[in-house]
């Protein structure tokens, strides 16, 4: 085995509904979409199952053209994933050489890690003042690769077009993991036009709830777009989930209100948190908040009462951080109400 393989931590999901078998529990730990598929995803996803025998075309054109109508861009600077997840492993494996350096600004999401390491790449963790990235700081680093993710797992918060342009200008590379950018209407996606550099990341996981389904996109250069369309798996996205993204986007009115009741519910559970003394809680422009709490063993309390919550400890936050996603207005209520309990 490869030296690098153990050294890497496995990814490590939180718990999940699953690990308690015994017991109603609500999953507030993986941002995702408390809400149902709109009625043309649910006939889609009906639709495709005749489809299970088969393989899904391996070029993917109709996806990539419905996304290409959705973001403005050409289907050729387009490449699609597995969920964002693959693309990840995907933009490693074709920018990366040995000993080239990385730079992932923590906290942030882990799995850029676990790819850039099998890479055997020189990776690099700056923590900045506030969490707030300082792209001269980057710059010194000379980085071949930069992850940015904006608005950013888990503190909330994002990015702006300056930061974003100044790493863009210093790094031969740089991904800018919009994963929950449609809950900050925020986009940089624009920048790829300027920067043929920049590859902004997508997913179908968060805002179109579709995580089960494993569909995301890369819009980029057209050059890496091809570059990731040959190393992805040929096969990856399966027929129901090329259906289901498809009809999402056909629905995307509602989407959006989904989207807007989520952000409305955010801002009211923000305001609630707030009224707990021992909680710090940080403003978001995602579809969860994180927060500091100033107590022990909250996330095992939380579980006892039904509630999953991840420990943001592993995402680089040192001390008691836990992320909070945004739940269905009951949900929220009976969590703070847990919250207040302990
Ligand atoms: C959830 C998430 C993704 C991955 O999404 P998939 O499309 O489900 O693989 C990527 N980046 C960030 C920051 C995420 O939180």
């Known amino acids: ?4 393989v153990r050294f890497i931590n496995p990814y490590d999901p939180g718990l999940f509904p699953e690990d308690f078998p015994d017991k109603e ?19 889609a996803y009906l639709r495709a199952v005749k489809y299970i025998p088969r393989y ?21 600077n387009i490449a699609v994933g597995c969920g964002a997840s693959e693309l990840i492993s995907c933009i490693c494996n074709v920018l990366l050489e040995e000993l080239d350096r990385v730079v992932i600004p923590m906290p942030s999401y882990t799995l850029y890690s676990i790819y850039a390491m099998l890479r055997s790449a020189s990776i690099s963790f700056p923590v900045f003042e506030g969490y707030r990235v300082d792209p001269d700081v980057i710059a010194e680093e000379r980085p071949k690769l930069v992850f940015l993710c904006s608005p950013n797992n888990p503190t909330g918060n994002s990015l702006s077009r300056e930061i974003v342009q100044k790493v863009a200008e210093s790094a031969e590379y740089v991904v800018l993991d919009e994963a929950y950018v449609e809950f900050s209407d925020d986009s940089k996606i624009e920048m790829v036009r ?11 996981s968060k805002f179109f709830g579709l995580a089960g389904m494993r569909v995301g996109y890369a819009v980029c250069s057209a050059e890496i777009a091809e570059a990731i369309e040959k190393v992805r798996l040929p096969f990856g996205i399966s027929y129901p989930a090329v259906e289901t993204a498809i009809a999402a986007l056909n629905s995307l009115d509602y989407y959006k209100k989904v989207r807007d009741r989520i952000v409305r519910e955010r801002e009211r559970l923000i305001e609630k948190l707030k009224e707990i003394e021992w909680l710090e809680v940080y403003p978001s422009d995602a579809n969860f908040v994180l927060v500091k709490a100033n107590k022990e063993g909250v996330v095992e309390k939380l579980a006892e ?3 999953i919550v991840r420990d943001a400890s592993v995402m680089g936050l040192e001390g008691l951080y836990i992320r909070i996603t945004v739940g269905k207005r009951e949900d929220n209520d009976r969590l703070i109400e847990a919250l207040r309990e302990i």
Do not use: C, H, Q
């Open 194 to 204: 300027d920067y043929n550099n920049l590859i902004v990341l997508r997913s179908f």
């Open 56 to 76: 899904p075309k391996a070029d993917y054109a109709r996806l990539k053209k419905a996304l290409a109508e959705y973001t403005g861009f050409e289907v050729e």
């Open 305 to 307: 009462k039904g509630f």
């Open 1 to 4: 085995m490869r030296d690098v």
């Open 25 to 43: 529990v609500v999953n507030l730990s993986s941002n995702e979409n408390p809400y149902e598929p709109s009625e043309e995803v649910r006939e």
